[in-house]
């Protein structure tokens, strides 16, 4: 079984930085394709970023677009989602996800993602 433990998450003040931390067990991380979303109170998860296994692709939302990153480090295990600028309106649950390749990557599709971790909140006060 597939784990993965976020951490990073906290409270920031509008305008912050903070840099969100998703570790997952196993041998297969670099072959997996990875994603960030998120989900606030009373509203749908959405898409934030995804990063693919190959080649670094990177796909982000147009809400965080030139605010948020996402990267990987494959001899860690690990991807992370650095997030500068932060608006009231990040306030959400940050979860990571992992595609193991089941199927055709839809990066913004949550249905396509295998397993995730618990979620970090998030919090920025305005």
């Known amino acids: 079984q597939v784990q993965l433990v976020e951490s990073g998450g906290g409270l920031v003040q509008t305008g912050g930085s903070l840099r969100v931390s998703c570790v997952v067990s196993g041998r297969a991380f670099s072959t997996y394709r990875m994603g960030w979303f998120r989900q606030a109170p009373g509203k749908e998860r959405e898409f934030v970023a995804a990063i693919s296994w190959l080649n670094g692709i990177t796909y982000s939302a147009d809400s965080v677009k030139g605010r948020f990153t996402i990267t990987r480090d494959n001899a860690k295990n690990t991807v992370y989602l650095q997030m500068n600028s932060l608006k009231p309106e990040d306030t959400a649950v940050y979860y990571c996800?992992?595609?193991?390749?089941?199927?055709?990557?839809?990066?913004?599709?949550?249905?396509?993602?295998?397993?995730w971790g618990q979620g970090t909140q998030v919090t920025v006060s305005s």
């Open positions: 996800a992992a595609d193991t390749g089941r199927t055709a990557w839809h990066p913004t599709r949550y249905r396509v993602y295998d397993y």
